[in-house]
């Protein structure tokens, strides 16, 4: 039997660390670009409690998405142990492309995924790169489009990549900056033959884009005067909160229900890390599709405590971190089932089942 197997993955951490408390004695205001009237502190205070984020990571200056990229993929190469040369493609999830440090602009040309190549010294031509764009469930949609080429028998062997250095284009007079990180998550998926159904089993993916496409867009800042050519992140929390909880775990049921795993037999399941509250209600409704009230111990491992909501990023992240053991509590072993579920701008859903 042919599958796609994981065989290797790494990350990619930035070393700036930002603290909640670096935002409580700091202005916002609201969308009416009036100041908030609410103490900066209660603010940073309430954000924590309803997010669970107390800390995110920031790229260091010289660093671009492409530059965590490029390291996240070092790293999941050498735990594959595959030969770059020998890649059939290489794809990168992103949203914004390189934003140097205190600038505004994206850019995409070369794209990140050519970049990433030119980083790792390939010289093969025929290892193609190419971009995608698919909000937050980016890297999840890499990964559904790699299991197609590998089922077509036009691809062995792909790195996937998702990164992203959102601190570059949040409105920090907007309290919903400080949701957003930076980060780099990546792996390599390999066709294998094999005889114990491992790698891919299923796959699920939508997109609604009626009035759900601008829940998640790019305005203008907070500030009042600011100039109005400049564009940042802009977020509808509570309808995007809303939406994930309507539409994320029907999918998820569809994914696991297409490939024939029992939920009794999910051992985990790795979720956008967007928000903790978020992500703590998709996993409650989920399980009570299957009429299960009580959910496993230890089912959903979390980073977005100490790392925030890198977008793109966090799922092959914390993927990478549970496989080398570094969430206390979590750990994988060969035959478990995990299900892998994205939700971002678009709006755009996606959920993958895979066995180790």
Not at 135 to 159: D, N, R
Not at 193 to 206: E, F, K, P
Not at 324 to 347: E, I, T, W, Y
């Amino acid at each position: 039997m042919l599958a796609s197997v994981i065989t290797g993955t790494g990350s990619y951490i930035p070393e700036k660390v930002k603290t909640n408390n670096d935002f409580s004695a700091h202005v916002f205001y609201d969308v009416s670009k009036t100041p908030l009237t609410t103490d900066p502190a209660v603010v940073v205070k309430k954000f924590g409690e309803i997010t669970g984020i107390h800390e995110r990571r920031y790229a260091l200056p010289q660093h671009a998405a492409s530059d965590l990229a490029a390291k996240a993929a070092e790293a999941a190469l050498a735990s594959s142990g595959v030969d770059p040369e020998t890649l059939d493609y290489i794809v990168v999830a992103h949203n914004f492309g390189d934003v140097l440090n205190h600038a505004n602009q994206s850019d995409a040309v070369p794209s990140l995924a050519n970049r990433v190549k030119h980083a790792l010294a390939i010289k093969n031509p025929a290892c193609v790169a190419f971009d995608i764009l698919f909000g937050c469930p980016g890297w999840l949609q890499a990964m559904i489009q790699a299991e197609a080429f590998i089922k077509a028998g036009m691809a062995k062997k792909c790195l996937l990549i998702g990164t992203e250095t959102l601190s570059r284009v949040i409105d920090r007079y907007d309290r919903d900056s400080m949701i957003f990180s930076d980060g780099a998550g990546a792996c390599v998926l390999e066709a294998r033959q094999t005889n114990d159904q491992s790698g891919i089993l299923s796959t699920c993916a939508q997109s609604h884009s009626n009035e759900e496409a601008y829940y998640i867009d790019m305005g203008c800042s907070y500030l009042p005067d600011n100039d109005p050519k400049l564009r940042f992140i802009k977020m509808q929390g509570r309808r995007v909160y809303e939406y994930a909880m309507t539409h994320v775990p029907p999918a998820m049921k569809q994914c696991l229900d297409s490939s024939g795993v029992n939920i009794a037999d999910l051992k985990m399941v790795f979720l956008h890390q967007a928000n903790e509250k978020m992500d703590e209600g998709i996993i409650k409704r989920f399980y009570k599709l299957y009429g299960v009230s009580q959910l496993p111990e230890n089912v959903m491992p979390m980073s977005i405590h100490w790392l925030g909501n890198s977008s793109v990023a966090t799922i092959p992240t914390l993927f990478d971190l549970v496989r080398r053991q570094q969430v206390p509590g979590f750990d994988l072993q060969p035959g478990d089932v995990v299900l892998f579920a994205s939700v971002g701008a678009g709006m755009n859903i996606n959920a993958v089942c895979y066995r180790c």
